[in-house]
């Protein structure tokens, strides 16, 4: 079956980088887009970027186009979100999710915990 | 950014009674392909979200079919024909029509 699991998080500084991997097992993971969605204690949640099945065209949302770089390696069947610049407000468990097609998110890791804390 | 919100922000039913769910985006969800864009996400509590509809009215694989979806344009509804316990929980509408992707702040069911 699909699965999904992060890793990676923990606490880190202000102005501190972090980088979050996402292990896919039990699908073809190459011929799917894939997302990192994330949801700080408490609250909603907030896409915070996409990437097509090959990683040639991602997408962020604007409050951490810049800081953070999503990437994959399809023969290691893994995904990556490089977090330079970190701040408070990006506290958060962060989520790998695998999109069917044009949004239909139909699969979550458990999520990893980043915190950003002096 | 298309901004999505939800009414109510908590709605407390009773077990076995219809509980009704709006979202309403601030632009037309309508896609240039033809589609709308428009799903449900369920979030029980210490769980990652779970997709319920997508494309407003398709329930996904294994939902019960107590959960429905309608509406059209900017507005949109979920309802739950019978509520169930384990339907306790966060239910999130979220936009995939234009980027960034965007999720309403969520509504909260409990029992009563």
């Known amino acids: 079956q699909v699965q999904l699991v992060e890793s990676g998080g923990g606490l880190v500084k202000p102005g501190g980088s972090l980088r979050l991997s996402c292990a896919a097992s039990?699908?073809?993971?190459?011929?799917?887009?894939m997302s990192w969605i994330r949801q700080a204690p408490g609250k909603g949640l907030e896409w915070v970027s996409y990437i097509s099945s090959s990683g040639g065209a991602i997408y962020y949302v604007d409050s951490v186009k810049g800081r953070f770089t999503f990437s994959r390696d399809n023969a290691k069947n893994s995904l990556y979100l490089q977090m330079n610049s970190l701040r408070a407000e990006d506290t958060a468990v962060y989520y790998c999710?695998?999109?069917?097609?044009?949004?239909?998110?139909?699969?979550w890791g458990q999520g990893t915990l980043v915190t950003v804390s002096s | 950014d298309i901004v999505m919100t939800q009414t109510p922000l908590s709605s407390p039913v009773t077990l076995g009674q219809p509980a009704s769910i709006s979202c309403r985006s601030s632009q037309s969800l309508v896609h240039g392909d033809g589609n709308t864009y428009l799903s449900w996400l369920q979030q029980r509590p210490g769980q990652p979200p779970r997709l319920l509809i997508y494309k407003i009215s398709n329930r996904f694989s294994g939902v019960p079919d107590r959960f429905s979806g309608s509406g059209a344009g900017t507005d949109f509804t979920l309802k739950i024909s019978r509520v169930a316990a384990e339907d306790v929980g966060v239910y999130y509408c979220?936009?995939?029509?234009?980027?960034?992707?965007?999720f309403g702040p969520g509504t909260k069911v409990d029992i009563k």
């Open positions: 979220m936009q995939a029509t234009q980027f960034p992707f965007t």
């Open positions: 039990g699908f073809t993971f190459s011929d799917f887009y």
């Open positions: 999710a695998r999109d069917l097609d044009s949004g239909r998110i139909d699969s």
